[in-house]
């Protein structure tokens, strides 16, 4: 089994910042992407940025220029530095990761989300 667990929600004013972390650990062979999903009240989980561990980086229009993605491959770990956070960047975060187990099966984790809140 894989784990993830995340860190650094929190609520902040328009206009500020905010930096999630996340942490994958268990029967981990190898991760390929990793990655932050978010959901907002009454709508669908949307990417909103992702990192290989190849350093490619991928991000939702939406938070270009605004939030950082960057990932630590020896520790399994990614973070996402939030900078100029709007009200509609209010949602549960989530981190996923992607990759193989220790059986060399693949895997797509998901942790127990983490609350931002933007206040205008």
């Known amino acids: 089994q894989v784990q993830l667990v995340e860190s650094g929600g929190g609520s902040v004013q328009a206009g500020g910042s905010l930096r999630l972390s996340c942490a994958a650990s268990g029967s981990i062979f190898s991760i390929n992407a990793m990655g932050w999903y978010r959901q907002a009240p009454g709508k669908q989980r949307e990417l909103v940025a992702a990192i290989t561990t190849g350093g490619r980086t991928n991000y939702a229009e939406s938070v270009k220029g605004r939030f950082t993605i960057s990932g630590d491959n020896a520790k399994n770990t990614v973070n996402l530095q939030m900078n100029s956070l709007k009200p509609e960047d209010t949602a549960v975060y989530y981190c996923?990761?992607?990759?193989?187990?220790?059986?060399?099966?693949?895997?797509?984790?998901w942790g127990q989300g983490t609350q931002v809140t933007v206040s205008s």
């Open positions: 996923n990761a992607q990759g193989t187990t220790s059986w060399r099966t693949p895997f797509g984790s």
